[in-house]
């Protein structure tokens, strides 16, 4: 396991999303997470990214619920004490507020923005 | 972090024999190295293209140059511009694949630099070609 595989993983997965093969996209994400959370550990900005990736993959399916859970976990990794990737949470609280939108959960939604 | 590791290359710059090229050229390489990890692609630009200029006028160094070259590739990618970029990596990778062969692990990493140019282009099928060649070559080379 090496990390130039996991970010291959990811970019393939990126550019599957953007072509509209999603379930494709979403099982390369999972791949580059198992690969980056046994090299890394769990708190890696790295991985943040990667689970808010998953996210918007799960946001394309329209499974919102899932999407704003995937969005929760990156943001919980960027405001963990380990992290150091704190100056990205406003990308996840955007996107939080736009899945809830999208479910019609309106309050939530301006909370998050 | 970076600007003390900064400072003292630019101290061993001074220091360096300019005559020794191999030498001055792997410094300014590690510069430029340094200014992208800080966020600067400009200054890191300016320190790549100086290693380019003395690595083109030599006959050894073909792994520092193919190096060179993608990494301009990244710093253009980074400033939005994208088709030079193309260039440059492309460029890198040909220069990998004769030295290192195609199926190094910095010839696949390299493809998948190029597919995210196609991908910042907007061409999706061309990117996902590329990525798949290089998350095949990476898990070849190092699983």
Known sequence: MHLATATSYNNLGSSLHSLGSVEQAISCFNSCISISEAVLGNYNKDIATVYNNLGLSYHKKQQYQQAIDLYLKSLHIKQSKHSTAKNSLATSYINIGLSYKCQGNYDQAVQNY | ?143
Not at chain 2, 67 to 90: K, P, S
Request: net charge neutral.
């Open chain 2, 1 to 143: 972090m970076y600007d003390s590791a900064i400072n003292y290359k630019q101290k061993m710059l001074k220091a360096a024999n300019p005559s020794d090229m191999g030498r001055v050229s792997a410094i300014e390489s590690s510069l430029g190295e340094c200014y992208f990890r800080k966020g600067d692609h400009s200054k890191a630009l300016t320190h790549f293209r100086s290693a380019l200029e003395i690595l083109t006028k030599l006959t050894s160094q073909k792994s520092l140059l193919a190096e060179v070259y993608d990494n301009i590739g990244r710093c253009l990618h980074e400033q939005g511009n994208y088709q030079e970029a193309l260039l440059y990596t492309q460029k890198s990778i040909d220069i990998t694949i004769a030295v290192n062969g195609e199926e190094s692990l910095d010839a696949a990493v390299r493809l998948g630099n190029l597919g995210v140019i196609e991908l910042s282009l907007g061409n999706f099928e061309k990117s996902v070609e590329l990525h798949r060649r290089s998350q095949q070559g990476c898990l070849k080379a190092v699983g």
